[in-house]
């Protein structure tokens, strides 16, 4: 049986896949007074799901496309080489100044396409983060 494993792995090709996987926001909920502004910390994660690690560290680029523009967030940040099989790893970012509303935050992993992948369709995401006014506080319930 090992010696069969072993013939099937032999045969596989190496590949790497990179690809925005999530965003998360501290503070989690974005709650500000009307007319102030909130600058979150936003956490991104990039994920391989090659079957081989990234030969590179991987760029990741931001940009805020509310309303139907395109602002440089910063400038391009670097995730660590990512392990395959759907390994990930982050890196975080300051987003300055969000007031109340919708806001589109659109990422690229591997924008300069310096990592040869099996699928390079997959590399933009555009996430949605909601700033808030009010919030309700609902009592939780567990069994």
Known sequence: AGAHYLSIMASLTSFSDVRPYRIHTEPGALLI????????????AAVNGGNTVTPISTSVRLWDVTGGGQTTLQPDGTVPFIAGCGAQQSMSF???NLSAG?????????????????NEANNVMTATVLVGTYGVYLPLAQH
Do not use: F, K, M, Y
């Open 102 to 118: 919708l806001h589109l935050l659109r990422i690229e992993v591997d924008p300069d396409n310096q990592i040869v992948e099996s």
């Open 94 to 96: 300051t987003w300055p």
């Open 33 to 44: 007074i009307p007319g102030e502004t909130i600058s979150p910390t936003v956490q991104v």
